[in-house]
Every structure is written in C-alpha cells, then in structure tokens.
C-alpha cells in the first residue's frame, strides 16, 4: 500500500542518515518535482515515474516514492498537527476575512504558518532525495537545492477536460469548470506566495 511505501522509505532514509552522521547534507540523491495544469496528469505521470525509477534505478537505495496527495498527511504527521487541519491545505488556498478573523482569535494556525510548515516538508523530502514532488511550489522551494529536475506538465483543454470527466466522472461542463478553476487557483497560490508566474518556463528544467 502507498502507506507502508512511505514508511519503507523514511525508514530507509532515516537509517541512511545515522550511516552520514545525521547530515542531510551528506546526503545526494536526486529527486523530481512536478508542476501541472490541471488534468495534465500530474499524480498519475509522477506514480508511474516512480513505478520506472523504482525498476530501473538501481544506484537508489530508498525505494523511489511520489508525494502528491499523501504530502499533506506528511506535513501533519512531522509537525504533529491535528488531522482536520489537513483541510486548509489545498493548493488554491487564499487567506480571506474569515481566515483572518480565526488567526486572529487563534482558532488555526494561519496560512503562512501552515505554508512554512509544508515548505520545510517539501525540502526535507527533498534533501532525502529518491523523492517526486508533485504541486505545491516545491520547484520554487527546492531550486536552490542540487540533483534536482523540475518539470512543468501543460495540455490544451480540448485533451485535458476529457481526461478530467474520465477521471472524476464528471459530465462535460463541470469538467470544463474544474479545469478553469484549479488553473486559476493554483497560479493564484504560486502567485500570492511565492510571487512567481506559474506559466514561466524558467522556473523549470523541462516542459
């Protein structure tokens, strides 16, 4: 199961770390990060790179593993957050008035709070390496580090909206406005937090 493939690696991982001293820096394994428009494929290319890594890499030590959805569960687990807060975390999310009221009688831990705590996951993942990183910014996170490839994953709506209406069931124009949403919000949140264009081609190795 994806669960126990996770815990496979950070175990290994872990051990490899008592082997370098503790060091992640010691450490220099390559990883993959994945930026998509919505229904380009992104979590179904980034589990069948793993799948080819996983056969054909054999200079890898941890199983190569994707972090996609389960990243947010990550994030949770290594900073012993409660799980409901695992709903504030999508890619689209934009503080508003009702999010700053919250904050503002403690009633969550703010945006930012919980982007920073998902940013740290994301380059640990990272410096572990054997890792694809799906969404999230992690290109912008991780540039600085080395052995890293960054992809962006882009479609024309006339492939991408079938392939959305396949995946979820959906009839054709909820496809078309979930396709047209998530674009718009995903390059909101790289805009709003990072103040990056998510459509520049230079923020990655490959499109």
């Known amino acids: ?8 690696y950070l175990e290994y991982q872990l051990k490899a770390l008592e082997i ?3 060091s992640l820096k010691r450490l220099a394994n390559p990883f993959v990060t994945i930026s998509r428009q919505m ?12 799948e080819f890594l996983r056969k054909n ?3 890898a030590g941890a199983s190569w593993t994707v972090f996609d959805k389960n990243l947010v569960a990550k994030v949770l687990e290594e900073h012993n957050l409660p799980k409901r807060f695992a ?3 999508p890619e689209d ?3 508003g008035v009702e999010e700053f009221v919250e904050e503002l009688y403690d009633l969550r831990p703010s945006d930012e709070a919980l982007l920073q705590k998902t ?3 994301i380059f640990h993942l990272a410096q572990l390496g054997n890792s694809v990183l799906v969404g999230r910014g992690a290109n912008i996170i991780t540039h600085k580090l080395p052995h890293g490839l960054h992809v962006r994953l882009i479609g024309s709506y006339e492939k991408r909206v079938p392939h959305i ?6 009839n054709h124009a909820r496809a078309v406005d979930f396709v047209k949403s998530g674009d718009e919000g995903r390059k909101k949140y790289l805009k709003h937090y990072f103040q990056k264009n998510i459509d520049d081609p230079l923020l990655y190795d490959l499109v």
């Open 1 to 8: 199961t994806l669960k126990n493939r996770i815990n496979s």
């Open 20 to 22: 370098a001293g503790h």
């Open 39 to 50: 229904g380009a494929g992104g979590i179904t290319i980034g589990e069948k790179l793993t």
């Open 57 to 59: 890499d054999n200079a």
């Open 87 to 89: 709903e504030l975390m």
């Open 93 to 95: 999310k934009i503080p």
């Open 119 to 121: 940013s740290q996951t």
């Open 165 to 170: 209406e396949d995946y979820y069931k959906f």
